[in-house]
């Protein structure tokens, strides 16, 4: 009788720990940014929440310099994303702002969180239609407001209104269609520029004019980091129905003039 050979134990497959350091960095800031807001730092948690941006813009490019992409890697980043730009600023728009409706009544007070709500939803399905898409749309725009700008939009906008001294219940009003509106702008149809065209690699060679473009952004930008990083992101959310409805409204025009 001939022995049996022995079961193979199963490999376990690693995981590639750079990009992921990033991945989880970025998640951290988020999380931060939620206790923050708890605590009633809101100027901190509006930063974290930029910093979160930063880290995830810096780990897909650190994996794919590296050669490090995965599969782990993709769905990590997004549940990174849920956390950092979803979750987080709606929390910290709840604390902040929308939490003060409560003392207008019951009715008001759930329209707040149910604001609140909104906008994390929306980031989740604009991520799980995101991973569906990967492949398919065209790489130089985005169908619908990419999560990190609608936080971004939201979280200058609280950093300069906590900068400035204008408190949350002042503006509890407008915070619920801000929120609502920045959601819906995710889920949305518009198309948004991706800025994955521009040159950034060695061999890419751009005009002169472009370093003096840049200095009249970042100096201005040193100056009042808050209120630019609003007007720059508003001016983006705006991009995306404006450049969608122009370009639906000029094929109209070429199609009645054929």
Same mark, same amino acid.
């Given at each position: 009788?001939?022995?049996?050979?022995?079961?193979?134990?199963?490999?376990?497959? &690693?995981?590639?720990?750079?990009?992921?350091?990033?991945?989880?960095?970025?998640?951290?800031?988020?999380?931060?940014?939620?206790?923050?807001?708890?605590?009633?730092?809101?100027?901190?948690?509006?930063?974290?929440?930029? *910093?979160?941006?930063?880290?995830? +813009?810096?780990?897909?490019?650190?994996?794919?310099?590296? &050669?490090?992409?995965?599969?782990? +890697?993709?769905?990590?980043?997004?549940?990174?994303?849920?956390?950092?730009?979803?979750?987080?600023?709606?929390? %910290?728009?709840?604390?902040?702002?929308?939490?003060?409706?409560?003392?207008? +009544?019951?009715?008001? &007070?759930?329209?707040?969180?149910? =604001?609140?709500?909104?906008?994390? $939803?929306?980031?989740?399905?604009?991520?799980?239609?995101?991973?569906?898409?990967?492949?398919?749309?065209?790489?130089?725009?985005?169908? +619908?407001? =990419?999560?990190?700008?609608?936080? $971004? %939009?939201?979280?200058?906008?609280?950093?300069?209104?906590?900068?400035?001294?204008? *408190?949350?219940?002042?503006?509890?009003?407008?915070?619920?269609?801000?929120?609502?509106?920045?959601?819906?702008?995710?889920?949305?149809?518009?198309?948004? /520029?991706?800025?994955?065209?521009?040159?950034?690699?060695?061999?890419?060679?751009?005009? /002169?004019?472009?370093?003096?473009? &840049?200095?009249?952004?970042?100096?201005?930008?040193?100056?009042?980091?808050?209120?630019?990083?609003? %007007?720059?992101?508003?001016?983006?959310?705006?991009?995306?129905?404006?450049?969608?409805?122009?370009?639906?409204?000029?094929?109209?025009?070429?199609?009645?003039?054929?």
């Amino acid at each position: 009788m001939s022995e049996s050979t022995p079961a193979r134990t199963p490999r376990h497959r &690693g995981i590639y720990l750079l990009p992921n350091l990033f991945t989880t960095g970025a998640m951290f800031a988020g999380f931060y940014a939620i206790i923050a807001s708890i605590g009633g730092s809101y100027s901190d948690a509006a930063i974290a929440v930029f *910093v979160a941006a930063l880290l995830d +813009g810096m780990d897909g490019r650190v994996a794919r310099a590296t &050669g490090t992409q995965s599969e782990f +890697g993709v769905q990590y980043d997004s549940l990174s994303d849920l956390v950092s730009f979803g979750l987080a600023p709606s929390l %910290v728009m709840y604390t902040w702002s929308l939490s003060a409706l409560k003392a207008y +009544g019951p009715l008001w &007070g759930k329209i707040g969180w149910a =604001a609140a709500f909104i906008y994390a $939803a929306c980031a989740a399905l604009r991520l799980a239609r995101f991973n569906t898409q990967v492949g398919v749309i065209d790489k130089r725009y985005f169908q +619908g407001l =990419a999560s990190p700008a609608a936080a $971004a %939009v939201c979280m200058s906008f609280v950093w300069s209104m906590d900068k400035f001294g204008v *408190v949350g219940e002042e503006v509890c009003f407008f915070t619920p269609f801000m929120a609502v509106i920045v959601g819906l702008l995710m889920v949305s149809r518009f198309r948004y /520029f991706s800025f994955k065209s521009l040159p950034m690699g060695d061999r890419d060679r751009v005009p /002169f004019l472009w370093i003096i473009v &840049g200095l009249l952004i970042l100096i201005p930008f040193f100056v009042d980091p808050p209120r630019v990083l609003f %007007v720059v992101f508003t001016l983006y959310l705006l991009s995306g129905p404006t450049m969608t409805l122009w370009g639906r409204a000029t094929h109209r025009r070429r199609r009645g003039a054929a």
